[in-house]
């Protein structure tokens, strides 16, 4: 039982988490010094093996067992079906990335050393960012995804923050240090993220995730009240996004918000989609021809040469309905989990999962290489009772 673990073996495999779900931030600091192919791929198994040798007693969920071993299946399948160009890169991502965040994320936590282990993590990477990556960041050749990855690579350090600052209680040490730190973290994320790139679903990530933070201060019934409203706006919005955006960004191009420089851009030039219209219309032509079962993983690449850039139509390509119910089953239980939960800050980590990760998916890259997005798909809300039952256990006695 989780009660029964250590405090030691607490810290380490919550320091553990704190560092795969910044993985991003540690890689890009590694190679601002060296250059290392496939570093988050190298972090990754460094921190399985780890976990593995701290937690060699730990018994995982019949139903994240099964669900490992079935998209393991699905995989292979793809492989055979579609070839080995088309999906070979997924399958190798998923063997690492999936089975280190399988393990993560069904050992003993902490929520509270996650949260405090991160601003640590964030303060680091916003020094060296400004020190060293900032002029490899401007000076590159492929400026547009770059930014992209640093826009998203910042949204979790800017909910990091303001969850220690609406929640003092979650601060473990020097309450007032802690709150500086968390101070220049959100204010040095949100400039990167504001006038250094001109990611739009990098702002959209964090108003929504900062939204979610803030109403853990209701009770659970004016919360859920709250949700369905915010939530109901949401999707008025995503469904008329083209025409929302356009008179909402449509505002001159010396305006030095970068997201809001590019809609002004892509506005004026008629295309606010960037091209994704194109590539959902394929997707649902590929999904009208298989509807139930879709075509495998890979089928879209290996027709466009490109991903989907939308995450439930990329999932109703490769495995159709009965797939969508697969993947949405679990992590509506994780969003239902965390909107009925009691205040605990190990429910910090799921919001702050679904905020940086989700939406990011709904606009743009691929979940296969996500590694966030297999430790939410692996989280239980079991699991995570049982860690919010010892929020604050051990955390008055020392190392």
């Known amino acids: 039982m989780l009660q029964t673990v250590n405090y030691k073996l607490i810290y380490a495999n919550s320091l553990l988490v704190a560092l795969f779900i910044a993985q991003t931030c540690i890689a890009s600091v590694i190679n601002s010094f060296l250059t290392i192919p496939k570093i988050s791929v190298i972090i990754s198994l460094i921190l399985f093996f780890v976990a593995i040798s701290l937690n060699r007693n730990t018994k995982f969920c019949k139903q994240v067992v099964i669900s490992y071993a079935l998209i393991f299946l699905l995989l292979s399948f793809s492989l055979i079906v579609n070839g080995v160009e088309s999906c070979i890169d997924y399958i190798l991502h998923y063997i690492v990335f999936g089975t280190t965040a399988f393990v993560l994320s069904n050992i003993p936590l902490n929520g509270k050393i996650i949260i405090n282990s991160s601003i640590y993590i964030y303060i680091v990477y916003l020094i060296v960012f400004f020190l060293r990556i900032r002029m490899d960041y401007l000076e590159g050749d492929d400026l547009g995804t770059v930014q992209m990855g640093v826009a998203y690579s910042f949204v979790p350090g800017v909910l990091w923050a303001i969850s220690l600052l609406f929640f003092p209680g979650f601060i473990i040490g020097n309450r007032y240090l802690k709150q500086i730190l968390s101070i220049v973290v959100l204010i040095g994320s949100i400039y990167v993220v504001l006038f250094l790139t001109v990611t739009r679903g990098a702002i959209i990530a964090i108003l929504f995730g900062c939204v979610f933070i803030a109403i853990f201060h209701l009770n659970k019934i004016n919360r859920l009240k709250f949700i369905i409203v915010f939530l109901g706006v949401t999707i008025f919005l995503f469904l008329n996004i ?85 993947f949405l089953f679990p992590i509506t239980k994780i969003v239902k989990a965390t909107v009925i939960s009691n205040l605990a800050s190990i429910y910090i980590i799921p919001i702050v999962l679904i905020s940086s990760i989700l939406i990011m998916l709904l606009f743009s890259n691929v979940y296969w290489l996500s590694p966030n997005f297999w430790f939410l798909f692996f989280l239980t809300p079991y699991h995570l009772k049982l860690v919010s039952k010892t929020d604050d256990i051990f955390l008055s006695r020392s190392l």
Request: aromatic share 10%; charged share 20%.
């Open 242 to 326: 083209e025409t929302v955006l356009e008179d909402f960004f449509y505002i001159s191009s010396e305006n030095s918000i970068g997201a809001i420089k590019k809609m002004s851009s892509l506005s004026n030039d008629g295309d606010v989609s960037n091209g994704r219209d194109l590539l959902y219309e394929s997707a649902i032509d590929i999904i009208r021809s298989s509807p139930m079962i879709g075509k495998g993983v890979g089928y879209f690449e290996k027709i466009n040469e490109i991903y989907v850039h939308q995450l439930f139509l990329q999932i109703l390509c490769e495995m159709g309905m009965l797939g969508l119910f697969l």
